[in-house]
């Protein structure tokens, strides 16, 4: 995204003739994307690929809870209103037979990086079910050394004895969603949460010793105007969150029906959408933020910084990540897992998910298989995401590929924006009035059919 004179270094007419405000392009969380996941990948192959994790390895896993107590209009989250506990019971009956078929895969000694509990709403647990699910989890995966366990956090939906469960259970980092303080953009947006009951959830956070705390804040939401969104990002700078999430709301109502309640004439254009985003932004580099990757912003001590630093971010399904772990493992209904050979998906139906387990195999139901330049476009994107910047060098040394072969592939990506990057010996790099356009200078190496897929704007 811009950096802080990039607007003013390249005009939004030279964006909009560059289709900067018109572009759908991927967030690239993944490559391929999902929408090009296939029947290549079904339960054999991913059985051979849990089989075939190196034994003593570090993993990351990720557990799906796909309920929440009431369905927010602006989300385009696949997930299922529920009233009552029972089928949040028998959903996670199913996730620890998921787990049991993984443990008895799972080679010797393999820890955790990273868990991460994200949804939907995991907090709809009760707290037995939390403590039933966590020893599970640790029982076949046990926490490595300097474990992140991170849990994605409801404000209206978390009371002391949650949170009891979750510390206990080794939780140290928390996940809020604020989206935006101001009460006519929640409203409209379907999702009420004051910022009296942020607050309140992060002071009860904090007090059970849960230290790093990472909030998602959304720009381009109806009515949302600059004097709402300082105000917004004011409040949430109060909070003082460890690392931010600064997402553009995708207004996709043929794809996410709930959307259709929001009233699209309220929606700011594009332009706006890219002071809002430039809004926001400044006020968390004032307050020291470090800028990182496209749409993230971490406190200079925070591990992502860390990371930035040292040439060690990395771009996962939940955004910008520190981990290194080679392999992530997904658990629960649609979840994602991701393997040095390939992507795998479980079953998005909880239904279809929940039927597979229970007869006793794995619920694989698509995925990817890398071949051909999958992994060095996969890495080209990723430096791009991550670091606004290609280090020949170093994809050199660790894919099949010539100088001269690279060389092409940064002057085709060159021509396509005019001339605006720069393209060396040491590299391609994306100067920084060029940043805007970062997610479709990515596009440029991506060499999937991207009509297939309904992305979302690039700003
Ligand atoms: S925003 Fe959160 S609580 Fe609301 S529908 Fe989406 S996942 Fe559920």
Same mark, same amino acid.
């Given at each position: 995204?811009?950096?802080?004179?990039?607007?003013?270094?390249?005009?939004?007419?030279?964006?909009a003739?560059?289709g900067? #405000?018109?572009?759908?392009?991927?967030?690239y969380?993944?490559?391929?994307?999902?929408?090009?996941?296939?029947?290549?990948?079904?339960?054999?192959?991913?059985e051979n690929?849990?089989?075939?994790?190196? %034994?003593g390895?570090?993993?990351?896993?990720?557990?799906?809870?796909?309920?929440c107590r009431?369905?927010?209009?602006?989300c385009a989250c696949?997930?299922q209103?529920t009233?009552?506990?029972?089928?949040?019971?028998?959903?996670?009956?199913?996730?620890k037979?998921?787990?049991?078929?993984l443990?008895?895969?799972?080679?010797?000694g393999v820890?955790?990086?990273?868990?991460?509990?994200?949804g939907?709403t995991?907090?709809l647990?009760?707290?037995?079910?939390m403590?039933?699910? !966590?020893? *599970?989890?640790?029982?076949?995966?046990?926490?490595?050394?300097?474990?992140?366990?991170?849990v994605e956090?409801?404000?209206?939906? $978390?009371?002391q !004895?949650?949170?009891?469960?979750?510390?206990? /259970?080794g939780?140290?980092?928390a996940?809020i969603?604020?989206q935006?303080?101001?009460?006519e953009?929640?409203?409209?947006i379907?999702?009420?949460?004051?910022?009296?009951?942020?607050?309140?959830?992060v002071?009860?956070? *904090?007090a059970?010793?849960?230290?790093? @705390?990472?909030?998602?804040?959304l720009?381009g939401?109806p009515?949302?105007?600059?004097?709402?969104?300082?105000?917004?990002?004011? +409040?949430?700078?109060?909070?003082? %969150?460890?690392r931010?999430?600064?997402?553009?709301?995708a207004?996709?109502p043929?794809?996410?029906?709930?959307q259709?309640?929001?009233?699209?004439?309220?929606?700011?254009?594009?332009?706006?959408?890219?002071?809002?985003?430039?809004? !926001?932004r400044?006020? #968390? @580099?004032?307050?020291?933020?470090?800028?990182?990757?496209?749409d993230?912003?971490?406190?200079?001590?925070d591990?992502?910084?860390?990371?930035?630093?040292?040439g060690?971010?990395?771009r996962?399904f939940?955004?910008y990540?520190?981990?290194?772990?080679?392999v992530?493992?997904?658990v629960?209904a649609?979840?994602?897992?991701?393997?040095?050979?390939g992507?795998?998906?479980?079953?998005?139906?909880?239904?279809?998910?929940? +039927?597979?387990? *229970?007869?006793? *195999?794995?619920?694989?139901?698509?995925?990817?298989?890398?071949?051909?330049?999958?992994?060095?476009?996969?890495?080209?994107i990723? !430096?791009?995401?991550?670091?606004?910047q290609?280090?020949s060098?170093?994809i050199?040394?660790d894919?099949? $590929?010539?100088?001269?072969?690279?060389?092409?592939m940064?002057?085709?990506?060159?021509?396509?924006f005019n001339?605006?990057?720069?393209?060396?010996?040491?590299?391609?790099?994306?100067p920084?009035e060029?940043r805007?356009?970062?997610?479709?200078? /990515?596009?440029s190496?991506?060499?999937y059919d991207?009509?297939? /897929?309904g992305?979302?704007?690039?700003i």
């Amino acid at each position: 995204m811009p950096s802080s004179n990039g607007i003013a270094m390249i005009v939004k007419p030279q964006l909009a003739k560059l289709g900067l #405000f018109d572009a759908k392009v991927p967030r690239y969380t993944s490559y391929p994307t999902a929408p090009h996941f296939n029947n290549d990948v079904g339960v054999n192959l991913y059985e051979n690929w849990i089989t075939g994790i190196k %034994p003593g390895s570090s993993v990351s896993l990720y557990i799906h809870v796909p309920f929440c107590r009431r369905l927010c209009w602006f989300c385009a989250c696949r997930t299922q209103g529920t009233q009552t506990d029972n089928p949040v019971i028998a959903y996670v009956d199913v996730l620890k037979a998921e787990l049991d078929l993984l443990a008895a895969r799972l080679p010797q000694g393999v820890t955790l990086s990273r868990l991460h509990w994200g949804g939907g709403t995991p907090t709809l647990l009760n707290p037995d079910l939390m403590r039933d699910l !966590a020893t *599970r989890i640790l029982d076949v995966i046990p926490l490595g050394p300097g474990a992140e366990f991170s849990v994605e956090i409801d404000p209206n939906e $978390i009371d002391q !004895a949650r949170l009891d469960a979750l510390a206990e /259970a080794g939780m140290n980092r928390a996940s809020i969603g604020v989206q935006d303080f101001d009460d006519e953009i929640q409203k409209t947006i379907g999702r009420v949460q004051s910022y009296d009951t942020t607050r309140a959830a992060v002071d009860m956070i *904090r007090a059970h010793g849960i230290t790093s @705390l990472n909030a998602d804040i959304l720009y381009g939401l109806p009515h949302q105007t600059k004097s709402r969104m300082t105000e917004s990002v004011q +409040k949430l700078l109060s909070l003082n %969150p460890d690392r931010v999430a600064l997402y553009g709301y995708a207004h996709v109502p043929w794809m996410a029906k709930r959307q259709q309640l929001i009233p699209s004439d309220a929606l700011p254009t594009p332009e706006q959408r890219l002071e809002l985003f430039e809004t !926001a932004r400044r006020l #968390f @580099l004032w307050d020291d933020y470090a800028e990182i990757g496209i749409d993230h912003f971490a406190t200079q001590d925070d591990g992502l910084t860390h990371a930035l630093r040292t040439g060690r971010l990395k771009r996962n399904f939940q955004g910008y990540t520190d981990d290194q772990a080679e392999v992530l493992i997904g658990v629960g209904a649609s979840s994602i897992s991701r393997f040095p050979q390939g992507y795998a998906q479980n079953a998005p139906a909880t239904s279809a998910y929940t +039927k597979a387990i *229970r007869e006793g *195999r794995f619920a694989t139901s698509r995925g990817h298989l890398f071949k051909g330049q999958d992994i060095l476009r996969a890495r080209l994107i990723e !430096a791009l995401m991550c670091d606004f910047q290609i280090n020949s060098a170093e994809i050199l040394r660790d894919h099949n $590929i010539s100088a001269q072969e690279l060389n092409e592939m940064y002057q085709r990506a060159n021509a396509d924006f005019n001339n605006l990057l720069h393209v060396t010996k040491d590299g391609l790099f994306i100067p920084p009035e060029a940043r805007p356009l970062t997610r479709m200078i /990515a596009r440029s190496f991506d060499a999937y059919d991207l009509s297939k /897929a309904g992305h979302s704007s690039a700003i």
